[in-house]
């Protein structure tokens, strides 16, 4: 991912954050030349020092996980995101732009078939999306579930490069961002009313 100086984010601890409040992401590889792309639940398994390990799981009958075992591939999250009109920036010479937030992390992945890490995704997933005393009970012995396991398999990925990259206008003065801010804050969807908000935090 491209990312300036002035828009690289390396706090691993804003990473994670950002990645469980934004996990619904898309998962990249290659089979045979041809990229293949999933979009799935993510969730963070492990923290530890500058790696993280995130598990996920797809539908059997999606081919890409037959030949991601062993494959560096590359899970990217995207976060709130808005158009920036140069019109806000009441200067002349100036052109629109987009901002917004994501987190890039390429990592070797490891297929999962056994019942017990299957178990140990869907947990973790249904507990981090769920989340809340009205949750829908994962019940991994249930006949109906036990059927369920079948038609999914289960992934891991260990991370071996991790990028964020949050471009809230840091390359203009104080004064343009004050502008952007006010005009973002006035719209009505949620996507620019965030960026408004990461920009003034």
């Given at each position: 991912m491209y990312t300036p100086k002035s828009f690289e984010v390396a706090d691993l601890e804003k990473i994670t954050t950002f990645i469980r409040e934004n996990g619904f992401g898309t998962l990249y590889s290659h089979t045979g030349g041809e990229p293949e792309a999933t979009h799935q639940p993510f969730v963070i398994d492990t923290i530890s020092e500058d790696k993280i390990v995130l598990l996920c799981h797809f539908a059997r009958a999606n081919v890409q996980w037959k030949s991601i075992h062993g494959q560096k591939v590359l899970a990217t999250f995207l976060g709130p995101h808005a158009y920036i009109s140069a019109?806000?920036?009441?200067?002349?010479?100036t052109?629109?732009?987009w901002n917004y937030a994501a987190v890039h992390v390429e990592g070797i992945a490891e297929v999962l078939e056994d019942e017990a890490?299957?178990?140990?995704?869907?947990?973790?997933t249904v507990a981090h999306?769920?989340?809340?005393g009205t949750a829908w009970d994962y019940s991994p012995d249930s006949d109906f579930i036990q059927g369920m396991h079948k038609g999914i398999v289960g992934a891991r990925i260990v991370s071996t490069r991790i990028q964020g990259k949050w471009k809230l206008s840091q390359n203009h003065s104080l004064e343009r961002k004050q502008k952007v801010i006010a005009a973002l804050s006035k719209k009505e969807d949620s996507d620019s009313r965030r960026i408004a908000k990461m920009m003034a935090e």
């Open positions: 019109s806000w920036y009441e200067d002349p010479n052109v629109p732009t890490s299957l178990v140990k995704i869907l947990k973790k999306f769920e989340g809340d």
